[in-house]
């Protein structure tokens, strides 16, 4: 299971790179585009006509590549102070109940945008702005980034299965 959990932190560790290299990618693609409307660079070329809605779509990659990385190390939002509070042994139920929402919520997530993403690629929508494209290329991130949420929910449950009772002090930004 350790051998499983250390590929999967590092599957992880690489989307989250990904993420990075199209943020990197976004800013550069921003850039050009305010450059470009402010500087005639290019005889009559006015901006990136595309730029708006390319940094849309990465934007929404980006997080998707990058959210079960966050839940990973802990990065998320995580309000501890009652877990803290109140007794150990009911804070390590309280983390249980939490985690087994957080799963339920992540498999629901995934089968929903699932169904979305066969009934765009079925139905042959297309995203008409500037670009077209067909729509199922924008929703086909979100099933694989829940499927990926949900397996690090199982492995958070599996460590606090074998943690001392008591919140959990792992994956865990701030204690």
């Known amino acids: 299971m350790q051998q499983l959990e250390t590929w999967f932190g590092h599957l992880l560790t690489a989307l989250a790179m990904v993420a990075a290299a199209l943020l990197l990618g976004m800013v550069l693609i921003i850039s050009a585009d305010v450059l470009l409307r402010n500087v005639p660079l290019v005889p009559g070329m006015m901006g990136l006509d595309w730029a708006n809605q390319v940094s849309e779509s990465m934007l929404m990659l980006i997080t998707m590549l990058a959210a079960p990385w966050l839940l990973r190390r802990g990065q998320h939002i995580r ?19 939490a985690d087994v929402l957080g799963l339920a919520c992540c498999v629901l997530m995934m089968v929903n945008s699932w169904s979305a993403l066969m009934a765009s690629y079925r139905s042959g929508s297309l995203a008409i702005k500037t670009l077209v494209t067909p729509e199922w290329w924008s929703l086909a991130p979100m099933p694989v980034a829940f499927a990926l949420l949900a397996m690090e929910m199982l492995f958070r449950m599996y460590r606090l299965w074998h943690a001392d009772k008591g919140p959990r002090d792992d994956a865990v930004s701030a204690s």
């Open 79 to 97: 309000v501890d102070i009652v877990l803290r509070a109140i007794p150990k042994t009911a804070a390590w139920y309280s983390e249980w109940l």
